[in-house]
């Protein structure tokens, strides 16, 4: 048989925008190329995000854009990922001009990654932050945040949240996601829908790419962002709504029997929101159906990620024309 031509294996991803930004130019999508010698695809150094648009009768927003990018920028620092010339905020412009381009029809999500590329002149094979050149490309995706109103069913890992030390948590480093797929797949493989990690010391980290709420006792808990976990910008948008609204977070240790006496279980991510977590490992979580504080919760981030005159308007950025206008910019 004759040897394919690699353009004929390159299919568009579900959803996925017709434009891409890819090294300093917008261009078609599935046109983009890497060298195999790619680092980050050998040794896993970039750092990725994940950021929603949330179209509404009023418009499209970006949620939180600018935090998203600073939290990419800082990652870049740790990689040594130097070569982005951009700072937060023109990131975000160009996010917004790859969105119009793509004028998806339902609320998009965007993922920008920034990696090592290839050695520079001079750099001896092998695994090297230094004398690396770099490169971040944006795709952005058109799919709905599918919210699982009537819950998830989690488990327990048997794979443990990779410690500080090792694997630094406040950054989506690209390689630390092969934790995160194993996790995935033996929950999945197991009929769950996803899993709750821990971390080296036994209390609850995150979930494959979420964080954790609990209601125990009446109050609301999750564990410290000073902990192995992401520090979800989700996560901080609930805790800000929540305490505005009068309502207590605690940040404290969790351990997995406070999950499994909880009255309530939730989920935070900027890809999923908040997903009530109905039962884990198997054991029903509260009465095992969507609690009154989890409902409440979701009630608030909706309001705050499609409302531009919300709670945090300053959290919105505009993309679509008809959107009401806000500065776009965040303290
Ligand atoms: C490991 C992990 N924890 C937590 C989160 C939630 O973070 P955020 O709310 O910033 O999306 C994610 C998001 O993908 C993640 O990958």
Known sequence: MAPQDSATLIRPALGLGAWAYDRGEFVPATAPRLPLSTQG???GTGAFEGIRAHRSDAGVFLFRAHDH???LLRACRLLRITGIRHDAGELVDLTVELLRRNAHDTDAYVRPVAYKLSLLPGT???VSLHGVSDALSITTFGFPQS???GGVRCVLSGWRRPAGDSL???AKITGGYATTALAADEARASGYDDAILLDRSGNVAEATTANVFAVVGGTLVTPPDTGDLLPGITRDTLITLCREAGTEV???VLRPADLFTADEVFLSSTGNGVVPVISLSGRDV???AVGPVTTRVRELY????TSPGGARPEWLTPVSSHATPTTGKQG
């Open 41 to 43: 695809l050998h040794y």
């Open 69 to 71: 990018y600073r939290r």
């Open 124 to 126: 001896p094979p092998g």
């Open 147 to 149: 919210r699982a109103a």
């Open 168 to 170: 630094p948590a406040q």
């Open 250 to 252: 605690r940040e404290r």
């Open 286 to 288: 509260g009465t095992g």
């Open 302 to 305: 909706t309001e705050a990620v």
